[in-house]
């Protein structure tokens, strides 16, 4: 830094806020600086800068698994508000191992990220303990901890379900099955779960209503429930089936599918959370998407927020509204 102040013409401290506070710089200095950082080809150092202010410029963002393209979506979405914003994003993909994302946590700690974006799929109270500890901001996504000295961002996911539940009896289905697994585990598919429930009271017998347990929310788990339902006759079959994930959904396609049992034709399909990563089903995908982007961005808005206020952060609880995609596996063309 010093020679690149000395190549400039300029003091150090005018060269260090040409990189840390260029609103403090005149533009012929800002000109200058920046001409000799390339001419000498520096690059900061960010541990050393880090060392200094106890902090980096980073965000960091944990997610339980990028094989959902929610995540995906989400990452997108925040890496797009945090560089509007001047910082960089940091990501971790926890691979759905909830031990990994503990470690995660713990990494971008010690790196000391400026703030975290975690997106888990179960409490993780203990995770933001840590971070608290360290006066790191921290916004969850796509999980209501309850907290209400945290942010958080998430979609209305009961409202998933009810809208999973009133597509098919508005297409006609008279016997539907709603197929989950995990929910023990997962807040999303117990939220799910409740809505397509409500959806049910509201239709007053309108249709018969069936709760599959299945392992799991991956495509082997809907193979095993398509297995199960194949196996019984015409007559009681479902003539609709949700998925509580569209990766379930699309085993129960392929499934249904292998018995000879047509998707639409026989039983409408669809999935619930718009997971392109499920899109080589064999039928184009009815599901419901999740606004990952937009949970991503604002997840980034309130956390630079709680960093700059200095203890003036109001803490928000954001919900999104779901949105109904009608695609092949519930309408003929």
Same mark, same amino acid.
């Given at each position: 830094m010093r020679d690149v102040a000395d190549r400039a013409g300029v003091s150090l401290g005018t060269a260090s806020n040409v990189l840390n506070h260029p609103e403090r710089v005149s533009a012929a200095a800002i000109e200058r600086v920046r001409m000799a950082i390339d001419?000498?080809?520096?690059?900061?150092?960010?541990?050393?800068?880090?060392?200094?202010?106890?902090r980096s410029g980073a965000l960091g963002l944990v997610v339980i698994n990028l094989s959902n393209s929610m995540f995906v979506d989400v990452a997108r979405g925040a890496q797009a508000a945090a560089r509007a914003a001047g910082h960089n994003l940091l990501l971790a993909d926890s691979a759905d191992d909830f031990g990994a994302q503990g470690d995660n946590v713990d990494s971008f700690n010690e790196a000391r990220v400026a703030g975290l974006l975690l997106a888990p799929?179960?409490?993780s109270s203990e995770h933001v303990a840590r971070l608290k500890a360290r006066q790191t901001p921290v916004v969850l996504i796509n999980y209501d901890q309850g907290d209400d000295n945290l942010c958080t961002v998430v979609v209305d996911n009961e409202q998933v379900g009810y809208l999973a539940v009133r597509h098919m009896l508005d297409i006609?289905?008279?016997?539907i099955v709603f197929a989950a697994?995990?929910?023990?585990?997962?807040?999303?598919?117990?939220l799910r779960r409740r809505g397509a429930r409500r959806a049910m009271r509201e239709a007053a017998g309108a249709a018969s209503f069936e709760e599959i347990m299945a392992d799991g929310v991956k495509e082997a788990d809907g193979l095993t429930v398509a297995r199960q339902i194949a196996g019984r006759g015409p007559d009681t079959r479902p003539d609709g089936i949700i998925g509580v994930s569209d990766s379930l959904a699309?085993?129960?396609?392929?499934g249904l599918s292998e018995a000879g049992i047509t998707v639409p034709d026989e039983i409408a399909v669809m999935g619930c959370d718009r997971n392109s990563s499920a899109g080589d089903c064999r039928v184009p995908l009815t599901s419901i998407a999740m606004k990952g982007q937009e949970m991503g961005a604002a997840a980034v808005r309130l956390l630079l927020d709680e960093m700059n206020r200095d203890g003036d952060h109001v803490h928000q609880? @954001?919900?999104?509204?779901?949105? !109904?995609? @009608?695609?092949?596996?519930?309408? !003929?063309?």
């Amino acid at each position: 830094m010093r020679d690149v102040a000395d190549r400039a013409g300029v003091s150090l401290g005018t060269a260090s806020n040409v990189l840390n506070h260029p609103e403090r710089v005149s533009a012929a200095a800002i000109e200058r600086v920046r001409m000799a950082i390339d001419e000498l080809g520096f690059v900061r150092n960010a541990n050393a800068s880090t060392l200094a202010s106890g902090r980096s410029g980073a965000l960091g963002l944990v997610v339980i698994n990028l094989s959902n393209s929610m995540f995906v979506d989400v990452a997108r979405g925040a890496q797009a508000a945090a560089r509007a914003a001047g910082h960089n994003l940091l990501l971790a993909d926890s691979a759905d191992d909830f031990g990994a994302q503990g470690d995660n946590v713990d990494s971008f700690n010690e790196a000391r990220v400026a703030g975290l974006l975690l997106a888990p799929m179960q409490d993780s109270s203990e995770h933001v303990a840590r971070l608290k500890a360290r006066q790191t901001p921290v916004v969850l996504i796509n999980y209501d901890q309850g907290d209400d000295n945290l942010c958080t961002v998430v979609v209305d996911n009961e409202q998933v379900g009810y809208l999973a539940v009133r597509h098919m009896l508005d297409i006609g289905c008279r016997r539907i099955v709603f197929a989950a697994g995990g929910d023990e585990y997962y807040q999303p598919v117990r939220l799910r779960r409740r809505g397509a429930r409500r959806a049910m009271r509201e239709a007053a017998g309108a249709a018969s209503f069936e709760e599959i347990m299945a392992d799991g929310v991956k495509e082997a788990d809907g193979l095993t429930v398509a297995r199960q339902i194949a196996g019984r006759g015409p007559d009681t079959r479902p003539d609709g089936i949700i998925g509580v994930s569209d990766s379930l959904a699309s085993g129960l396609v392929e499934g249904l599918s292998e018995a000879g049992i047509t998707v639409p034709d026989e039983i409408a399909v669809m999935g619930c959370d718009r997971n392109s990563s499920a899109g080589d089903c064999r039928v184009p995908l009815t599901s419901i998407a999740m606004k990952g982007q937009e949970m991503g961005a604002a997840a980034v808005r309130l956390l630079l927020d709680e960093m700059n206020r200095d203890g003036d952060h109001v803490h928000q609880r @954001v919900v999104l509204t779901p949105e !109904l995609i @009608v695609r092949g596996s519930t309408v !003929l063309p």
